[in-house]
């Protein structure tokens, strides 16, 4: 069984952030969802736990940082192409999150943008030939 990674956020305002994230393509699973967390599924092997600070409480005494203020982590997930890191970018930006809060990168066999959602946390989209990428790294 592949191994399975579950990223859990704080959030301020549950609905809004289902709402955020299923706009961006990942789809709630009820199984793992209540009034104080959801469950989105960006594949088969990541997911996204949104909790309500109540419930993230639960888990850590430490305080729950404002992502809109520092940056304790940048999430990336990869793209099949430069199209798909472009539109989930896009989609983002259209459902109230911040499009490229980072630089955009584009090495050629790599490109990367950034949204953040509307907690402040920050997710890279890249994309990446990794012919090409192991071409230009053995060239040194």
């Not at 199984?31 to 309500?52: K, N, R």
């Not at 890191?85 to 809060?101: H, K, L, N």
Request: glycine residues 8%.
């Amino acid at each position: 069984m592949a191994k399975l990674i579950f990223v859990n956020l704080p959030v301020a305002d549950l609905p809004r952030a289902v709402a955020f994230y299923e706009a961006v393509g990942a789809e709630k699973n009820p199984q793992f969802s209540d009034d104080t967390a959801a469950c989105m599924v960006l594949s088969e092997t990541i997911h996204t736990m949104l909790l309500t600070h109540a419930k993230f409480r639960q888990f850590t005494t430490k305080s729950i940082p404002d992502a809109k203020a520092t940056c304790q982590v940048l999430l990336c997930v990869s793209a099949e192409s430069r199209a798909e890191v472009d539109g989930m970018v896009e989609r983002a930006g259209a459902a109230g999150g911040g499009m490229d809060p980072g630089p955009k990168q584009d090495h050629g066999f790599m490109y990367g943008r950034s949204f953040e959602d509307p907690d402040g946390h920050v997710w890279e989209v890249m994309w990446m030939d990794l012919a090409a990428a192991q071409a230009a790294m053995a060239k040194g």
